[in-house]
């Protein structure tokens, strides 16, 4: 982690627990800088208002979990085991980070919304790594040729973004490996030839 990362995590930290309790427009780049025991100051210098602010943590978290599936994936050598990674990290992402889940999926998702961008930038980006994995295996022969690639990769990070969602949000008490090995039989059962 570089100098200017160390930096900005406490007031990544901060920002999101924030925008996930009051959704942007009750947030305030005072509760901000106070939680992440800084000048407000610093906040305006670094992003020039909040709404940078937000767009930065959105752009930074799909970043990380982006950089975190590719890592995965990349030391698997065939369709299931690198889709199962994906999951996996998807979901301990979602469980690490359960404020950005929060954030992304009631903030940024949906038509219509000032985020209709970054909610773009997760369609070309992410989902284009779950794509490739998804055409490649139909290639493969172990992935049903006939499914839509589009509407099984929208459908895995809306099955894991929803769950975790749920669970990681709303629930005290929980079982991440029942909820693992539960989205990952779902999806296999559904996908695999």
């Not at 160390?6 to 925008?19: D, G, N, Q, T």
């Not at 909610?119 to 172990?142: H, P, Q, T």
């Amino acid at each position: 982690m570089d100098r200017e990362q160390r930096k900005r995590l406490p007031i990544f930290e901060a920002a999101i627990k924030v925008f996930s309790e009051k959704g942007f427009e009750k947030a305030t780049v005072d509760e901000i800088a106070e939680r992440a025991g800084i000048a407000k100051g610093t906040i305006y210098y670094n992003y020039g208002s909040k709404k940078n602010l937000f767009l930065s943590l959105i752009e930074e978290g799909i970043e990380r979990l982006e950089t975190a599936v590719k890592k995965e994936i990349a030391r698997r050598n065939n369709v299931r085991t690198k889709l199962e990674a994906l999951i996996t990290v998807q979901l301990q992402f979602f469980d690490d980070y359960n404020s950005f889940c929060k954030v992304l999926l009631s903030e940024v998702w949906g038509r219509d919304t000032r985020w209709e961008e970054k909610a773009e930038r997760i369609r070309s980006g992410y989902f284009s790594i779950i794509k490739d994995l998804i055409d490649a295996g139909k290639v493969e022969g172990v992935i049903k040729k006939e499914l839509d690639t589009g509407t099984t990769s929208s459908a895995l990070f809306g099955m894991i973004g929803i769950a975790a969602l749920d669970r990681f949000l709303f629930e005290k008490e929980y079982s991440y490996e029942d909820i693992l090995n539960t989205l990952k039989s779902i999806f296999f059962s559904g996908i695999e030839k």
